[in-house]
């Protein structure tokens, strides 16, 4: 039976993402852990995250082994990254006073307030509230196994004050607009990764994850 690690780093929406994943493959298929070992061993790997990235890539660094065991595995077989674990992807973010990342992907994560139309609607006094939570919509940029029966600006659910800008357009798989445009997906190769969350997403976000645990790893 293939087997479905979900990494604990200290994340609020671990036990949420747990329960989706067992509710489409059952209990005895996933686990929730930080142990170098069954990382490197998972037939499927979920990088969840919500909180601060400061905290998540520190918890990474300082488990001995776990920020090799998740580098190697990133390399070989299906990936899921979750809102931090598409923020830990890129070069750096500016949340924490400044955080780098694992540079995988090519891009940097900015904060919502930096950006000209959320300075613009400060300044107007928009409703332009930070952080982005609740439901939007997602635009398809490129087609990919993890988007079959999935319509194209299909709502997900987000929670985040901070946003992907990506150097590579070649990396978007999915994007959407709050004052700014941003990336919502991304990925290469073996990695699919999402800034909403679809352990919240309903049915298109359960949909999402049983794509993933039936993919390839191929784009």
């Not at 200290?10 to 989706?20: P, W």
């Not at 607009?177 to 990695?191: C, D, E, I, K, Q």
């Amino acid at each position: 039976m293939a087997r479905t690690v979900i990494v604990d780093l200290g994340t609020g929406n671990l036990h949420s993402v747990y329960k989706a994943v067992a509710y489409i493959s059952g209990e005895s298929s996933v686990c929730i852990t930080s142990r170098p070992s069954e990382i490197q061993s998972a037939d499927y790997l979920i990088l969840p995250g919500q909180g601060a990235i400061g905290a998540w890539i520190n918890q990474m660094e300082n488990n001995p082994g776990l920020k090799e065991a998740i580098t190697r595995r990133l390399d070989a077989g299906p990936v899921l990254g979750v809102c931090l674990g598409l923020q830990a992807l890129y070069h750096s973010s500016e949340e924490n006073g400044g955080v780098t990342g694992l540079g995988i992907l090519a891009g940097h994560v900015k904060h919502f307030s930096g950006h000209p139309a959320h300075r613009e609607a400060a300044e107007g006094k928009d409703t332009l509230k930070i952080p982005h939570m609740g439901w939007n919509r997602v635009r398809q940029k490129a087609e990919h196994p993890l988007w079959h029966g999935i319509n194209d600006e299909e709502r997900f659910y987000f929670v985040h004050s901070y946003y992907v800008e990506s150097g590579n357009a070649g990396q978007v798989y999915g994007e959407c607009r709050y004052g700014n445009r941003f990336t919502a997906v991304a990925g290469h190769g073996n990695l699919f990764a999402t800034q909403f969350h679809p352990e919240k997403s309903q049915q298109a976000g359960l949909r999402l994850i049983r794509n993933f645990l039936s993919w390839n790893g191929k784009p």
